[in-house]
């Protein structure tokens, strides 16, 4: 059964960075890649950003792409996001999710983390 953890969701102050980890656990090759995603209050699940567990692509919302970044461990079956700059509008749980390809939809994505709690505030 293939689980996903995340962590590291903590309050942040504005400017502030934060690395979200996400320990992944039986995992199949149908589970080729993985993504990140948000969802703030009465908002709709927001993706981030992905990568494939091979390969060097990755895949980012452009609303973050110059402040988060994806990357992965194949050894030790995490990924983690970067993430720089942080403001009052990142505010959300994050989640990390996998399926078997890149993808911006959240339905693509087969299984998903409990999420982590990122409240960026004075």
């Known amino acids: 059964q293939v689980q996903l953890v995340e962590s590291g969701g903590r309050l942040v102050q504005p400017g502030g960075s934060l690395r979200l980890s996400c320990a992944t656990s039986?995992?199949?090759?149908?589970?080729?890649?993985m993504g990140w995603f948000r969802q703030a209050p009465a908002e709709g699940r927001e993706f981030l950003a992905a990568?494939?567990?091979?390969?060097?692509?990755?895949l980012y919302s452009d609303s973050v792409k110059d402040r988060f970044t994806i990357s992965r461990d194949n050894a030790r079956n995490t990924v983690w996001l970067e993430m720089n700059s942080l403001k009052a509008e990142d505010t959300a749980v994050y989640y990390c999710?996998?399926?078997?390809?890149?993808?911006?939809?959240?339905?693509?994505?087969?299984?998903w983390g409990q999420g982590t709690q990122v409240t960026v505030s004075w």
């Open positions: 039986g995992r199949t090759l149908s589970e080729a890649a």
């Open positions: 999710a996998a399926g078997s390809y890149m993808r911006r939809n959240p339905d693509d994505y087969v299984y």
């Open positions: 990568l494939r567990w091979n390969g060097g692509r990755t």
